[in-house]
């Protein structure tokens, strides 16, 4: 027999290898995100003309976009919940309004975006909104990924296959409150301070 | 709240309204009028809280094991480190491009 049918019938050691993968991912992750704050916050500390432009930031999408990941947050972990009271329909439902929300959050940025076009600002314009397109659209990648997955378990569950790996529930929210955990530090740096 | 969450519902549903409640707090801090300094205390404040709830509470990262703890530890460790070693640097650098070179 192969080692991968050993692993994949053995659900506590997938489950160990899978928590092992999403948390090195996490680590990546801060290193990623981490550095680039860090490179923000040198050039943003010393360039009083950025004001200006963090001035064109509308803070009202930011702290919608804020309380919907936060919300969206909540679902996932709930669904974590279904699934340990062995509920995987309602794991489905609670992971579908963590989609729904996810996709909110990109229909707002979106809007956001289209304003700072209308502007004249791009990610090529330089100064602060180069770091504010850099870090929103990279962080805005990572709500698509995630919300690739959740749909993964959405459709798993709609075919009756969820069952076979149930603990992908958690895994995959693990990563999905890391990217609502980014976004945490992304809204201050960006809109309020 | 629904009668038939189990307990682990009932306490992800009181962290959520902890953490809408400190978001609150931020907001509201950051538009009474308080000095730039007072803001930036209150606003990373609150969202150091925020993220230590969610990764406590959703996350579980207390409950996992050691290697993952550690695992997410040291890049977080690296980069106090960072922001320590070039905090002299802020308010110069962005200025003075030729100190780059």
Known sequence: ?193 | MPSNYTEHEKHYTHILWILLGVFAISIVGSYIGLPQWAVQIIVFGVALVKAFYVIKHFMHLPQEAGVMIASVSAPLILIAVFLILIWPDFGYVGTNMEYLK
């Open chain 1, 1 to 193: 027999m192969s080692s991968g049918a050993t692993t994949r019938a053995n659900p506590d050691v997938e489950s160990y290898g899978g928590k092992a993968g999403i948390w090195f991912l996490v680590a990546s992750e801060l290193i990623l995100f981490g550095s680039l704050i860090m490179c923000y916050l040198l050039m943003y500390s010393s360039r009083p003309d950025w004001d200006a432009g963090r001035a064109e930031l509308v803070p009202a999408m930011g702290i919608l976009n804020t309380v919907i990941l936060l919300v969206s947050s909540w679902c996932a972990v709930m669904a974590h919940a279904a699934v340990d009271k062995g509920d995987l329909k309602l794991a489905q439902k609670r992971l579908i309004y963590t989609l729904l929300l996810a996709g909110a959050f990109l229909v707002v940025k979106g809007f956001e975006y289209s304003s700072k076009f209308h502007h004249g600002h791009y990610p090529n314009s330089g100064g602060f909104f180069t770091f504010y397109f850099t870090l929103t659209g990279l962080h805005a990648l990572h709500v698509i990924v995630g919300m690739i997955a959740i749909g993964g378990l959405v459709y798993a569950q709609s075919v009756d296959r969820l069952k076979l790996y149930p603990q992908r529930v958690e895994l995959v929210g693990i990563y999905w409150h890391l990217v609502d955990v980014i976004w945490i530090f992304l809204f201050p740096l960006l809109y309020l301070s």
